[in-house]
């Protein structure tokens, strides 16, 4: 395959997906919920179901497919387990600016653009790579001599999905398969594709399937089958856009926020236009939910994360004027980067608290705080009425500080992660910090050295860099990260501040999406009196709900 400036992989003419499936309405005001037809020349641009891009040719031991397991020297790479033994540990330091907030709407960003697809065997089914697997797409991790934390032979690792596997497209060079749109269309709430969306709805005045708590808002729509629950208790996962939504309670609670904020607008529409249906007060709330979703991305959590100056240098803010800022180029591939799915925007992973603290609206501890192993797809903890549940455990996020940015992971993500202990006696359980290493040489990502010159692998480098001036992440992340949300925003011709075009909001709408924060729909749907007004920010300043502006939906009367 070809590689144009190694940004684009440029889908060969035999490709099918360059002449098939696609029939485009340029001029409709939503974008497709598979992320179809946002670029028009190009409609599979930003789709889910393909490979990423690079932005540097990847690093295969064999320069094509397996998996790199060699220095530039040619050495072996030490084991993945023995350098995360080497440079992690629960050492429990703080940020002394940035809330958990921070890294844990990070995570549900991240679960809007990248989601790698596992290898599965030719009947489809996902491969069962125990230690004595000796199947090629195993690359499990042995633990090294000196290991006497986790009490197992090996940690099973299935090596992510080689794009020909999913696209006859011809690969020669292994592409890895990402299962979700790159946009950010908020394809963690509504899918990344029509299916999925449908059965997220209620079909009814617009709004989205929820599920009764035990407070009087609304929680998740359960799923009919799979489990969270824990030893004890058996309570169903709760379901979304996207498979990952009960990964943590902090991440439900986010998920929570939008489906709450989504019914309460889909609500709102309805009343300044009584003739909307279900369908267009529906797709009227999602493409404002977006429009929010990503003025707070661009306006408050990125220039968090990568400091204001860098922000405004690779002008990713939002235009300081009110107007359209149509920054759109069809030439830019959206697509999300292999650096930065595998390395970069992993840097939350080490942000993570080791718990989670439980606060009220008042900024009251409410109860002791729960480790996060009893958060991890367990959510038993989100209907205990004592501690405050779901809601408690969001309002804690904004409340804390999140860990240090540096190589040191929580130890249940180091050690313990979704441990599970077999009938026989035998342990499972993941390192987060192994498995991202290992992650980075299944799919080929060169190393730090070719990226800044030194010579470790590029994603425990990463975290050993100081962070950029008024920012939380080192300069390399922080260029990866600031690339990537510069092509999710000129590369979207749905971006919200683009127009005027009949997709684009009108320029009231606009405004308003813009005097919005993420504070304000919190307290639009969660129980609090007060809140600081960038709740990426500790602070002590704090002001009433009712002091921040809320949208003014007339602008959506019948336009
Ligand atoms: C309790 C919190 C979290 C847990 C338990 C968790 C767990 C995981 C696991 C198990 C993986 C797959 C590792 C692999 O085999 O390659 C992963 C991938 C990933 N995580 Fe996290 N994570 C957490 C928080 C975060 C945060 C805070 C961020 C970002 C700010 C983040 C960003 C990512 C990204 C970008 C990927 C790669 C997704 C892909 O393309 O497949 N995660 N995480
Ligand atoms: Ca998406």
Not at 119 to 125: C, E, F, M, R, V
Not at 509 to 530: P, V
Request: net charge neutral.
């Amino acid at each position: 395959q070809e590689y144009d400036n190694f940004a684009n992989i440029i889908v060969t003419p035999t490709c099918p997906l360059q002449s098939q499936f696609f029939s485009c309405n340029p001029n409709t005001r939503y974008s497709k919920f598979d992320g179809s037809c946002n670029n028009i020349e190009k409609p599979w641009l930003g789709k889910s179901f393909l490979p990423f891009k690079r932005y540097l040719p990847p690093k295969y031991d064999d320069q094509k497919n397996t998996p790199r397991q060699r220095s530039l020297s040619g050495r072996s790479l030490p084991n993945p387990r023995m350098l995360s033994l080497l440079y992690s540990s629960d050492i429990s330091k703080y940020e002394s600016l940035y809330t958990h907030m921070l890294p844990i709407f990070g995570q549900f960003i991240a679960h809007d653009v990248t989601n790698s697809a596992s290898s599965q065997d030719l009947n489809g089914n996902a491969i069962n790579c125990d230690c004595s697997n000796r199947n090629t797409e195993c690359i499990s991790i042995n633990m090294p001599s000196n290991e006497n934390i986790m009490r197992m032979s090996c940690m099973k690792f299935t090596r992510t999905a080689h794009a020909n596997s999913n696209l006859n497209c011809g690969f020669v060079v292994r592409e890895q398969l990402n299962t979700l749109t790159s946009f950010l269309d908020a394809s963690q709430i509504y899918g990344s594709d029509l299916d999925r969306s449908n059965s997220l709805r209620l079909f009814q005045g617009g709004l989205l399937r929820s599920s009764q708590g035990t407070t009087s808002r609304s929680f998740l729509p359960l799923s009919q089958s799979q489990s969270c629950g824990d030893e004890n208790i058996m309570t169903f996962c709760f379901v979304a856009g996207e498979d990952r939504s009960n990964e943590n309670l902090g991440l439900t609670g986010i998920h929570t926020l939008f489906m709450r904020e989504h019914n309460r607008i889909a609500v709102e529409l309805a009343r300044v236009n009584p003739h909307w249906n279900d369908q267009t007060l529906f797709m009227e709330a999602r493409k404002l939910i977006i429009g929010i979703y990503q003025h707070i991305i661009y306006n408050e959590w990125l220039p968090t994360v990568v400091g204001l100056n860098y922000a405004k240098q690779a002008d990713l803010l939002p235009a300081s004027f009110s107007g359209f800022y149509n920054k759109y180029n069809p030439k830019i591939n959206p697509a999300i980067s292999n650096e930065f799915a595998t390395a970069a925007f992993r840097f939350g992973h080490t942000l993570v608290r080791s718990s989670f603290g439980r606060f009220d609206g008042n900024s009251f501890m409410v109860a002791a705080s729960v480790n996060i192993s009893d958060i991890l797809f367990k959510n038993v903890q989100a209907y205990n009425t004592i501690t405050g549940g779901v809601e408690s455990i969001f309002l804690g996020l904004i409340n804390e500080p999140a860990a240090k940015y540096d190589s040191n992971m929580a130890d249940t993500l180091q050690n313990h992660l979704f441990e599970f202990v077999a009938s026989d006696g035998s342990v499972q359980a993941i390192d987060l910090l192994a498995a991202n290493i290992n992650r980075g040489r299944d799919h080929g990502l060169p190393s730090y050295n070719q990226i800044r010159k030194k010579y470790v692998d590029y994603y425990l480098a990463g975290l050993f860099e100081n962070p950029i001036p008024g920012g939380v992440i080192g300069p390399t992340f922080a260029c990866i990260i600031a690339n990537q949300f510069k092509d999710l925003k000129t590369g979207d011709r749905y971006f919200y501040e683009n127009g005027p075009s009949p997709s684009a909001f009108t320029l009231d709408q606009l405004n308003e999406i813009k005097k919005i924060g993420l504070s304000r729909i919190i307290c639009n749907d969660f129980d609090i009196t007060r809140i600081q007004k960038n709740v990426f920010l500790i602070s002590s300043q704090k002001v009433f709900c009712n002091e921040l502006t809320n949208i003014d939906f007339n602008k959506w009367k019948a336009f």
